[in-house]
C-alpha cells in the first residue's frame, strides 16, 4: 500500500499532536529558570571552541557521586539546555550529578556536527570527573527526542577510536525517551528534513538501530501512550535491536510526546523511579560492566 505523503509529517511533527504544547514550554522556562535562580550550578561551561558547546553542570551534595547526562530534544534545530534545568532537582536530591550539555543547532550543524559536539561533550566530562567531583565509571545518559537519537549514538561510540585513553564503556547505561534510532522517514517529514539536509545515505550512518551497541551498557526506554504510531515503532525498534542491553520499556499510558520529560522528572512517576534503580544497581557494581 502506498503511504500518502504527508503521513511522516503527521506522524513527527509531535507539537501538532499536542495543541497545549506552548504551555508546557512556557512552564518549562519558567521551572528551568526557578532551578537556575534557587539551585547550585556552574553554568556555561566550555567544553569545546564552539559557542554552542557549552554545558551546565549541577553537582551532588556528595563526591564521588554518579553523573547524569541529559541530552534535549528540539529535532536537533530548536530549544536549549536552559530550559530543562527542571529536570536536575529531583537527581540531585537522590544523590546524583547532572549535566546538560548544549550543542549548534541546525541549520547552521548537521547532524553528523551535532553528534560529534555530544561525543566531545562527554569526553570532556569524563576527563574533568575529578575537577568536578564524580565518579567516571558512573556516567549515565539520557535523552529525548533528538536527544534520544544522540543518546544512542553514543552508546553506539567506539569511545577509544573517537579519543585515545577513553574507555570502551564510558557510557554505563541509560534511558532513550521518545526517540527517533531510524533516521529514513523523516527524508519524507520536509518539516524539519528542510533544515537537516538528510540523504539516504546519511540518514542510514546516522541511524543507530542500523548499529550494534558498541559496549552492553544497560538502558531504559520510554515513549508516551498518546504519541504518533512512528514513535511507538522507533520505541519498539532500539529495544529489539539492542534487546540484549534493553532493561525494560517503561509504560506511560497517559504521557505525551512532551509530558514525558515531566515524568521522568517526578519522584514517585515509575519513570524515575525506574531511572534512579538504574544508577544505584550501578552504583553498587560499577566494575560489572
Known sequence: MKIP????????????????HSRIYTRWVRESAHVRRTRSGLYDVAYGDLPGERLDFFPARRGGAALLVFLHGGWWRSLDKADFSFVAPPYLDAGFNVALPNYTLAPHATVEDI????????????RHA??????????VIVGHSAGAHLAAMLMAAIWPAFEPGLPSNLIKGGALLSGI????????ADFVNADLQLTAQRAAVLSPALMP??????????????????????N???????????????????????????????PGHPL????VNLIVQLEKAPDAL
Not at 504527508?6 to 507539537?15: E, G, K, S, V
Open 5 to 20: 505523503t504527508d503521513y511522516y509529517t503527521r506522524q513527527y511533527d509531535a507539537r501538532a499532536m499536542i495543541p497545549e
Open 115 to 126: 553528534t560529534r559536539q555530544q561525543l566531545r561533550a562527554l569526553a570532556w566530562l569524563y
Open 130 to 139: 575529578e575537577q568536578y567531583d564524580f565518579d567516571p565509571h558512573r556516567i
Open 181 to 188: 534510532y531510524d533516521l529514513a522517514p523523516l527524508l519524507h
Open 213 to 234: 551497541q558498541a559496549h552492553p551498557a544497560p538502558f531504559l526506554s520510554a515513549v508516551g501512550g498518546c504519541e504518533s504510531e512512528e514513535f511507538k515503532r522507533q
Open 236 to 266: 519498539d525498534l532500539i529495544g529489539k535491536v539492542w534487546e540484549n542491553s534493553h532493561h525494560g520499556n517503561i509504560a506511560l499510558p497517559t504521557e505525551n510526546h512532551l509530558t514525558i520529560c515531566d515524568a521522568f522528572a517526578t
Open 272 to 275: 524515575f523511579d525506574a531511572m
